[in-house]
């Protein structure tokens, strides 16, 4: 119960991108059971204690009581007794100590069934290394299956074929699409570069007007010429403060027929300023090239909105090209 709980923990942090706590958390297990065996309160009558196998008999070891030996004459037998009150398993060792006999439950916590082979046999039971071997092939798959999660979470999805110039917007998504196809970053001059901006949730192309006073490698045509991709998102702390730039809107229904809920009040709505961060990628291998931090600088009203949107500001074609110029040169 305690390794599957854990487990799904671990599973459920891979899956948020957090694999250092997976494994953190999967240390857990071992150590929990540790803390299970060593503090535990005692299920026991009479405490908790320890069974030593010798060559000429038992070294019997109790919570309270003092230590004592048993040879191999006095133990009786090795039994499975109905398990009394306060007796967490039902295997009783039977030993006889001046003239009386004694019941001794066993615990099922340690190494029972090594105990066990070594009162059948009447000598200290050899190792058993199945049960290291076990755990070792436990501990690799579980190791393997992090590391495979780990690995479908944070590694690039490889593909070999170079959709159109305006369907490369995987590239943007985590954790991303490395095009094997593409050209290679710093194999030419200038490194022609494309821009993708999330809207709705996907990333879409945008194209820049190109200044004429700037030879720029933005917007190449081919796609195969493509070696870089800016990937432009609002930031974790998306929205700054109002401008003194409103936006009137008249309500429209749009439909010529009666608004079912009556007609709406026109809006004016301020343009707010907007952080955005662009990542940029090199398109072959998805290795992050540069990231970079900017504020909408274009307070340009949207010819539309809907009745309960917000408008914020856009980076312009300028500042574009005065961020990404640099890096395609």
């Known amino acids: 119960m305690l390794t599957a709980a854990v487990g799904g923990i671990c599973l459920t942090l891979v899956l948020i991108r957090n694999p250092v706590a997976a494994v953190s958390v999967a240390l857990l297990i071992p150590v929990g059971l540790f803390v299970y065996a060593a503090a535990a309160p005692s299920r026991l009558r009479g405490g ?168 720029s490698a933005i917007d190449p045509e081919a796609v195969d010429k493509v070696q870089l991709i800016a990937c432009v998102r609002r930031g974790d702390d998306p929205l700054g403060r109002p401008t003194d730039t409103d936006c009137k809107y008249v309500y429209s229904h749009g439909t010529g027929a009666a608004a079912p809920f009556g007609r709406l009040p026109d809006r004016i709505v301020s343009v707010e300023i907007a952080h955005y961060v662009v990542d940029v990628y090199e398109l072959r291998t998805h290795r992050k090239v540069a990231s970079r931090q900017l504020d909408g600088d274009d307070m340009t009203c949207p010819g539309t909105i809907t009745a309960t949107e917000n408008i914020y500001s856009q980076i312009s074609n300028e500042a574009f090209h005065r961020l990404l110029d640099p890096l395609t040169r």
């Open 48 to 215: 908790r204690q320890w069974i030593a196998v010798c060559e000429g008999g038992l070294v019997i070891a109790h919570e309270y009581r003092m230590a004592r030996a048993v040879t191999w004459a006095q133990v009786r037998e090795w039994r499975t007794a109905v398990a009394g009150p306060g007796v967490e398993t039902s295997d009783v060792l039977v030993v006889e100590a001046e003239a009386e006999e004694t019941d001794i439950p066993v615990g099922a916590v340690g190494r029972r069934g090594d105990l066990v082979r070594a009162l059948v046999s009447r000598a200290p039971a050899p190792p058993d290394y199945r049960r290291g071997i076990s755990v070792a092939a436990a501990a690799v798959v579980m190791a393997g299956l992090l590391g495979w999660l780990a690995h479908w979470q944070f590694d690039p999805r490889h593909e070999d074929a170079l959709p159109s110039i305006d369907s490369l917007g995987a590239a943007c998504g985590h954790p991303g699409v490395a095009y094997d196809g593409a050209a290679t970053y710093d194999s030419s001059r200038p490194r022609p570069l494309v821009i993708y901006q999330k809207t709705s949730g996907a990333y879409r192309h945008t194209t820049l007007a190109e200044p004429a006073h700037a030879s």
